[in-house]
Nanobody, 114 residues
Framework: VQLVESGGGLVQPGGSLRLSCAAS????????MRWYRQAPGKEREFVAH????????KYADSVKGRFTISRDNAKNTVSLQMNSLKPEDTAVYYC????????WGQGTQVTVSS
């Protein structure tokens, strides 16, 4: 199993970013995918999940209405569209899947600052 995140960067408050996670080594279309984040000095926290067929999504209260998770099962990718970004969204964002055990990507840094 390999998960590779991309799309992070520096953005001003109120701006947008789109993160992507390229998955390989497993039958992507059969698994729920999740995004987590970890801010400096804080524990890793759940951000969003999407079921295997994309039919159901769930979000942390802190990002609801601003972030959108989506997936493309033909391309084995899961994305996180982040709008109206706030400084408190600054964190390393991780892609996650549970297949017998938990797998994580290497993370991508998102910094929201003026």
């Amino acid at each position: 199993v390999q998960l590779v995140e991309s799309g992070g960067g520096l953005v001003q408050p109120g701006g947008s970013l789109r993160l992507s996670c390229a998955a390989s080594g497993f039958t992507f279309s059969s698994y729920t995918m999740r995004w987590y984040r970890q801010a400096p000095g804080k524990e890793r926290e759940f951000v969003a999940h999407i079921t295997s067929d994309g039919g159901s999504t769930k979000y942390a209260d802190s990002v609801k209405g601003r972030f959108t998770i989506s997936r493309d099962n033909a391309k084995n990718t899961v994305s996180l569209q982040m709008n109206s970004l706030k400084p408190e969204d600054t964190a390393v964002y991780y892609c996650h899947v549970i297949r017998l055990r938990a797998y994580w990507g290497q993370g991508t840094q998102v910094t929201v600052s003026s």
